[in-house]
């Protein structure tokens, strides 16, 4: 779930400690960052008074110094932040009841107690369960954490270990490439494993600027921000659901060279061990470069190795790989983490509903397995309002069918049953004209590249046309008359009225659009004049304009404050992407009939408020 939207959801306190951290780094850097003083002067000076899309713009600018604050927290604290953070950074854990996140810590520390057990009868005792190499690394990592851990007893201090010898411990275990799963079984043979109350636990992560904690419904909300930035310190390359598409295209004796190096039970059935792998926390580098490799592969067959797996595997579509295996590795990392990322889910929400709908009649038992997966909450999670805040996609659940599976799907439901099987699915269910809608802001930027990455093939010669027409589809789904018929009739052939809005009797809604490419429109007196005289030609048919809306990608200051003051012209200003959250908004209140007076007002028009009016 987005920063934005947990923001929304939360009070004042319950965001108190996350605005305070940011406060802080505030007051560190703003004499530098003049962009911080500028955000800040919206709320008189005041963090607190500023509206939520400034303050998710106030985290990007401070996301460095956040990053810090976190590694901070998480590599030098004495609260086993490390098993608490690895729960809160897997797929679908951005949103949980206090009691289910109580749960999962309970069956971590139950799982890591049973760990214990087993790798600390097979350290040291010489019945060749462990690999001699990997156990002498492991009892390396031990002695050094047992020094640290105990030399304060000289001194006849408290043992502990100091941020000093954190430092040094986290050096070395990069050097042995030790996985998070190892260094704690290492860890917690020496130093005792507690167990803390949950009440604890959320005061903590709370405090720490990790989570949200929604008192009244004692829900736990993690940003996908936050969890970007959790990942990136826990050393998580890439989130796991797309590891696990990588392991799954990997051979048996790769599966099994990674399971012998990270102690993992070679008797197991392949899908326990890929499961196994996705526990331990791996360098996803390291796997590729190294891991899935005998020691004796030169590096040309690796990287041939690696090339295969993107382009034929995954069947990865992209323009360059590089040529070196480090490059290659670097760009398939690279590739998932700006999916991960992209907001589109490369299928409409109504497509993306057909298609749950669908699997889940063929593989009732699938939403269990998605449940499972993702850890996730809710009994009937086969939702895309629901999976959407948990950030899973469709590609995410295709891929927890086996290949069987996923050919029979295919196959009853009438799709190609040969090549990218996942892509043919993904293909029946797309509607090109929600895709674009859900990519408005990106037509309306003339955005030619990141559109056909996404899929969609537009001229650059149509985008006007196709920004006007989905600017027509919002309004239409807002309940508005897009009165076709009436705007030809008013037209002439040098004054040309994008949209007309009839609502009923003599009033109307003139609706301009305008494109990146519209580079007049940041003038304000040539648009004025433009307008006035639309204004005028409704006018001489005896229509009274009630209200003329400009929609854009953006819009400067200059232009906004002589907006403002345009006593002659009823002028209000929407952006695209301010458009299309009134829009969701609108469909998800209680609301049969759009309130037309939230658009009757001067200057610009604030989405995020609009859509706050319609939720009460």
Same mark, same amino acid.
């Given at each position: ?8 959801? *939360? ?23 003049? +962009? ?17 899309? @400034? $303050? ?26 490390? #098993? ?47 690999? /001699? ?33 954190? %430092? $040094? ?5 990069? %050097? ?25 636990? #959320?005061?903590?992560?709370?405090? %720490? ?45 790769? =599966? ?12 197991? +059935?392949? @899908? ?8 331990? !926390? ?16 030169? +590096? ?14 995954? &069947? ?5 790989? !590089? ?60 939702? /895309? ?6 950030? *899973?996609? /469709? ?24 090549? @990218? ?52 589809? =919002? ?40 494109? =990146? ?30 209200? *003329?809306?400009?929609? %854009? ?8 404050? &002589? ?54």
């Amino acid at each position: 779930m987005r920063l934005i939207k947990i923001l929304d959801l *939360v009070n004042q306190i319950e965001k108190s400690s996350f605005l305070k951290i940011l406060d802080g780094f505030c007051l560190e850097l703003k004499k530098t960052t003049p +962009k911080i003083d500028e955000i800040l002067s919206e709320g008189e000076g005041q963090l607190k008074n500023v509206d939520n899309q @400034n $303050i998710v713009n106030l985290f990007n600018l401070l996301k460095d110094k956040y990053s810090t604050h976190l590694y901070n927290k998480i590599k030098f604290s004495d609260f086993q932040l490390d #098993i608490l953070i690895d729960i809160l950074a897997r797929d679908g854990n951005s949103m949980m009841s206090r009691e289910w996140f109580l749960r999962l810590y309970n069956n971590e520390i139950s799982k890591l107690q049973s760990d214990l057990k087993t790798f600390s009868s097979q350290l040291g005792s010489n019945k060749g369960d462990l690999e /001699p190499h990997r156990e002498r690394d492991y009892l390396v990592y031990q002695s050094c954490l047992k020094t640290g851990y105990e030399n304060d007893l000289q001194l006849n201090r408290d043992k502990r270990l100091s941020w000093e010898e954190k %430092s $040094i411990l986290h050096t070395l275990s990069k %050097s042995l490439e030790l996985s998070n799963e190892e260094i704690r079984w290492i860890t917690y043979t020496i130093i005792p494993l507690k167990k803390f109350k949950i009440d604890e636990i #959320i005061t903590e992560l709370k405090e %720490s600027g990790i989570i949200f904690f929604n008192r009244r419904t004692n829900t736990i909300f993690v940003s996908d921000e936050i969890v970007w930035l959790l990942r990136d310190i826990l050393g998580f390359e890439i989130p796991n659901k797309y590891l696990r598409r990588i392991l799954r295209h990997l051979s048996d004796a790769e =599966i099994n060279l990674i399971s012998k190096k990270h102690n993992i039970d070679r008797k197991l +059935k392949r @899908n326990e061990k890929i499961q196994d792998i996705l526990n331990q !926390g791996l360098s996803v580098t390291n796997l590729l470069t190294n891991e899935i490799f005998k020691a004796n592969i030169p +590096k040309s067959d690796r990287a041939n190795r690696i090339q295969t797996l993107m382009s034929k595997d995954l &069947e990865i579509d992209l323009p360059k790989f !590089g040529l070196s295996l480090e490059k290659k590795v670097a760009t398939l990392i690279n590739y998932f983490n700006d999916l991960e990322k992209d907001e589109t889910t490369s299928l409409s929400r109504d497509g993306y509903s057909r298609l749950l709908k669908d699997l889940k009649d063929a593989y009732p038992i699938l939403n269990k397995k998605v449940k499972e997966e993702f850890e996730l909450q809710p009994d009937d999670v086969m939702s /895309p309002e629901i999976l959407d805040d948990y950030s *899973v996609k /469709p590609r995410d659940v295709i891929y927890l069918l086996t290949k069987d599976e996923l050919r029979n799907f295919c196959k009853s439901m009438g799709i190609k049953s040969i090549g @990218n099987l996942v892509s043919n699915v993904i293909n029946k269910y797309r509607v090109i004209e929600d895709l674009y809608l859900e990519n408005f802001d990106l037509v309306g930027s003339r955005d030619l590249k990141s559109l056909r990455e996404k899929g969609l093939t537009v001229k650059e010669s149509e985008l006007g046309l196709l920004y006007e027409d989905l600017t027509k589809k =919002i309004f239409s789904e807002l309940g508005f008359n897009v009165d076709e018929k009436l705007r030809k009739q008013i037209n002439t052939n040098r004054l040309q009225i994008d949209i007309l809005l009839n609502l009923g009797g003599k009033d109307v809604i003139i609706v301009e659009c305008k494109t =990146i490419k519209d580079k007049d429109y940041n003038k304000y007196t040539s648009v004025s004049r433009q307008l006035k005289s639309y204004e005028k030609l409704c006018q001489n048919k005896e229509y009274n304009v009630s209200q *003329v809306l400009i929609v %854009s990608n953006d819009f400067s200051e200059e232009f906004i404050s &002589e907006c403002e003051y345009d006593y002659e012209l009823n002028l209000s200003l929407i952006t695209s992407r301010g458009l299309v959250k009134i829009l969701e908004g609108f469909k998800n209140s209680h609301l049969t009939e759009f309130p037309v007076k939230l658009l009757l007002k001067a200057g610009l028009l604030n989405g995020d408020r609009i859509v706050k009016v319609l939720r009460k």
